[in-house]
């Protein structure tokens, strides 16, 4: 942490600073994390490392796995009284998001699902902290996470109904992660906040790596240093977190110190790299600019630097928010290496922070149409709907629910209030691009009482009436499509009813014949959570005939991708299904991923009260035909950071009901997609013409 006196009263004095770095590794009914044991010794050791922070090893303390909340906050208490410099607090565990208290909770070992006391507010810990005590700096590190994993999630799912990792996502809005840092500016005195991903992504513990995947590169950084410490952005320019100068910090030589923000970035584009989740940061008072630890990297090093792989990584940074020409070379990289590593989930791409008002079109030459795997080729895509409005008066947009009416017509589902079904021509019956238009509009007229959302859509054999699945309730009813009035609603099964938290059945598809139903969970019961990132799901079928009653017959175990949730199905008959998988990173753009779904020797856990301890043969087997970042860009426009400017928050799906008759994918199944824009001018309603194969069995 700098040398003491370099500059007085700016550098950081480590003799009369203190840490509290604070942990839990193992759980009582949560997923084990044992990298965080890793993380706590080696960053107490770089601290006190006289080289790196030298703070005196008495003045930091470790805590791991406290088993109560006095037993975590009592020791950050007491070295809140110790310091009269700077305090660094740091935690590493599970995190949950309250959706109703829009604050973030810690976890303990005794941490249970479903139990929102057993956890930590994170006010708690900004209380302990104060306002008045001697630290005149307050440094906060937070290694957990909100959503989205991909390869082992530190999310432990949702706590109780007040609870839930992925309830923010799509709903509303940043306040949840506002919440994160709500407080830190009223503390006097200069404070810092660092957290490992986005208020909505979960933190990475990647299978056999030493540390966590943030704190490991924060280590690495403090161990190693940075040649030439990148600049800050010219003024004016965003990123995630306050404003930075591009001024250097006060007090100390650049090349022999580091700031919390040069740190920072190092640490975010290393993570860049590597297509992980990317850390945040809020500071006050400048304190990201003083000196903090000392820069080892003070000798000159060969160009390019050796990776734990053995691969040498190139000295690439992320593309500053407003460099054009930079941004569109890291876009086709982040492809090129996102197609060269088979990406696991879309979710952990490049994050830029681009202007609102700013578009990223893609170059003229670049094909719009082709394969974007073995099983699914792109015929086109379409932004005829968005910002349109059906007659005048109603925008076109929220549309979460797609439904074919005949070769080129469809009903959209748009979850906005009230609810309503537009008549969409696609303008083609699936072997050329679509250029959709609203040609008709019902308004749905739901009774009872209570919030309506729909997400899926039926439309039921005869075309008379929809079925459509409400998240808010949940439900699942009937209307008339001559003039949207409600007629009946499906009995759900109990489990689906008292289990269910705010994203519960957001897909609804029925079989060729009518005689199945099938409605698919978005996020886990709360008795089911995760594992390893997954979503433990279930897929309700019922049983019954098209306009007539349905009745719940077998309720299947699905697991969805890390990081994703179920947004659409399409029943295929015999059992097999299409599932569409999405999720939506702040600041990382869209997921968007079909895959293939076996249900015919997959265990009926109609009676089963958690998957948790569900063998893997008691799932659905699963195939993936695409994931929407393979496929051919040219010609899409995004209005937010995209690895694949095609990509957008899609949640509708259909499937046509004969295969396509001409052309080069002639014999395959048309497919067609819709996006939901959430009514934000950062993302679009769009349509997707696809071609595909169904004749491959699942692995």
């Not at 700096?137 to 109904?161: F, N, P, Q, T």
Request: proline residues 8%.
């Amino acid at each position: 942490m700098g040398e003491v006196g370099v500059v007085p009263g700016a550098a950081f004095d480590p003799a009369e600073s203190a840490c509290v770095i604070v942990g839990v590794d193992t759980y009582a009914s949560l997923t084990p994390l044992p990298a965080v044991r890793n993380n706590l010794k080696a960053l107490k050791a770089a601290l006190t490392d006289r080289t790196i922070g030298g703070m005196p090893r008495r003045n930091c303390r470790v805590v791991l796995n406290p088993r109560t909340v006095t037993a975590a906050l009592r020791p950050v208490e007491q070295a809140v009284q110790a310091a009269r410099d700077t305090l660094i607090v740091y935690y590493a565990g599970h995190g949950f998001l309250d959706s109703r208290q829009e604050g973030l909770y810690l976890t303990l070992p005794g941490t249970e699902a479903g139990k929102v006391h057993s956890g930590i507010p994170y006010a708690w810990l900004r209380s302990v902290l104060g306002t008045r005590t001697p630290p005149r700096r307050r440094i906060v590190i937070l290694d957990c996470c909100y959503s989205g994993s991909v390869i082992k999630g530190m999310s432990a799912g949702s706590m109780s109904g007040a609870m839930s990792t992925a309830s923010a996502t799509q709903q509303a809005s940043s306040r949840l992660g506002e919440a994160l840092f709500a407080g830190m500016d009223g503390m006097e005195g200069v404070s810092y906040l660092l957290t490992s991903t986005p208020w909505n992504v979960e933190a990475l513990a990647p299978e056999g790596e030493e540390y966590t995947a943030f704190t490991g590169e924060f280590l690495r950084v403090l161990r190693e240093g940075i040649p030439v410490p990148r600049p800050a952005p010219a003024e004016g320019v965003a990123e995630a977190g306050p404003a930075a100068s591009a001024a250097p910090p006060s007090g100390g030589d650049p090349a022999r110190h580091l700031s919390l923000e040069e740190i920072y970035r190092e640490v975010r584009r290393s993570l860049w790299e590597k297509n992980r989740p990317l850390p945040q940061q809020q500071s006050q008072n400048g304190i990201e600019k003083l000196p903090f630890v000392r820069n080892r990297a003070v000798r000159p090093v060969p160009q390019g630097r050796v990776g734990p792989q053995g691969e040498q990584a190139a000295n690439v940074a992320p593309p500053e928010p407003g460099d054009r020409a930079t941004e569109e070379q890291a876009q086709a990289q982040a492809v090129r290496r996102g197609r060269r590593r088979v990406l696991v989930s879309a979710l952990c791409v490049a994050a830029v922070a681009v202007p609102s008002a700013w578009w990223w079109q893609s170059r003229g030459d670049e094909p719009s149409s082709g394969p974007c795997s073995d099983d699914v080729a792109l015929i086109g895509h379409s932004d005829a709907l968005n910002g349109v409005e059906y007659g005048a008066a109603v925008p076109v947009d929220g549309l979460s629910g797609l439904a074919l009416a005949g070769p080129s017509r469809a009903w959209a589902l748009a979850d906005n209030p009230p609810g309503r079904i537009f008549d969409l021509d696609l303008g083609t019956s699936g072997a050329s691009a679509p250029a959709a238009r609203a040609v008709d509009m019902r308004t749905l007229h739901p009774t009872g009482g209570g919030r309506f959302d729909g997400e899926g859509l039926v439309l039921e054999k005869g075309g008379r009436t929809v079925l459509v699945a409400s998240e808010a309730g949940p439900s699942i009813r009937r209307f008339r499509v001559s003039d949207g009035v409600e007629t009946g609603r499906v009995e759900l099964p109990r489990n689906l009813v008292e289990w269910s938290g705010p994203e519960n059945l957001e897909a609804l598809g029925a079989s060729p014949d009518g005689r199945y139903l099938y409605a698919g969970l978005e996020a886990p019961l709360f008795r089911d959570g995760k594992a390893r990132g997954r979503g433990l799901l279930r897929i309700q079928r019922f049983k019954g005939r098209p306009g007539g009653a349905y009745v719940a017959d077998k309720q299947y175990a699905y697991q969805s991708a890390a990081g994703l949730r179920v947004s659409e199905l399409v029943a295929l008959g015999g059992d097999r299904l299409l599932v569409l998988e999405t999720n939506h990173a702040e600041g990382q753009g869209n997921a968007v991923r079909v895959f293939g779904a076996d249900l015919s020797r997959a265990k009926d856990v109609s009676g089963v009260a958690s998957l948790q301890g569900e063998p893997v043969d008691a799932f659905a087997r699963k195939w993936e035909p695409v994931d929407l970042v393979t496929c051919p860009r040219g010609g899409a426009a995004a209005a937010q950071p995209q690895l694949n400017p095609l990509l957008e928050n899609v949640e509708g799906m259909a499937l046509g009901a004969a295969p396509l008759s001409s052309g080069p994918y002639k014999g395959r199944m048309p497919l067609f997609l819709v996006s939901d824009n959430n009514n934000s001018p950062h993302q679009i309603t769009r349509v997707y013409a696809l071609a595909v194969r169904l004749d491959r069995a699942a692995d």
